[in-house]
């Protein structure tokens, strides 16, 4: 399994950025986005399915996109309406998003992409 994530920056508050995640030879059913800010923990940001379900955080709900392209081999994340708050390292994972709508992520991580957002 291979994920290579992109994208990440500097942005003020209000503004977008938008990820990409790489991802080849996934036996799982999902593809998601992690971060992890200074001293907390990694957290779920939004996970979708290989036929398009999606699940998001509820602190990113409206805020943020996740999406894949035809081929299924690259992830996006959509960061629009940015906060200070979004500041982290993002991560890809691939894993299993179940219809309870629980994510069991696998140990395949890509390595991560700062999102830093000044206010």
């Known amino acids: 399994v291979q994920l290579q994530a992109s994208g990440g920056g500097l942005v003020q508050a209000g503004g977008s950025l938008r990820l990409s995640c790489a991802a080849f030879g996934s036996p799982f059913n999902a593809l998601a986005w992690f971060r992890q800010a200074p001293g907390k923990e990694r957290e779920l940001v939004a996970a979708i399915r290989n036929e398009g379900r999606t699940k998001y955080a509820n602190s990113v709900k409206g805020r943020f996109t996740i999406s894949r392209d035809n081929s299924g081999n690259t992830m996006y994340l959509q960061m629009d309406s940015l906060k200070p708050e979004d500041t982290a390292v993002y991560y890809c994972?691939?894993?299993?998003?179940?219809?309870?709508?629980?994510?069991?992520?696998?140990?395949?991580w890509g390595q991560g992409t700062l999102v830093t957002v000044s206010s």
């Open positions: 994972n691939t894993g299993n998003l179940y219809l309870s709508d629980s994510y069991s992520p696998s140990d395949h």
